[in-house]
């Protein structure tokens, strides 16, 4: 089953946050606790970790785009796997 990957809030006065870089593609194996992007916030860049395993389905936010917090940010799940509902 497809997981939505949400903005995280990363501190307490984020609204939205940027994505400075993705360390993968779509199409590519995420392993959980492996490095998917870094992002800006409104006081430093944080790196953020998968939570989960699973094939990059979708990319929701750009580099360089910003994306208010729980914007979809990505979905991770199984190649093939239909994520038009989602």
């Known amino acids: 089953m ?21 360390h993968k593609k779509v199409g590519d194996s995420v392993a959980s606790g492996e490095l998917l992007a870094e992002i800006e916030t409104d006081k430093a860049t944080m790196e953020f970790e998968s939570f989960y395993d699973g094939k990059l389905l979708y990319i929701g936010v750009e580099n360089g785009q910003a994306a208010p917090v729980n914007d979809v940010l990505a979905i991770i799940g199984e190649e093939g796997e239909d994520i038009e509902a989602l």
């Open 2 to 22: 497809a997981e939505v990957i949400l903005m995280p809030k990363l501190s307490d006065t984020m609204s939205e946050g940027v994505v400075a870089e993705w």
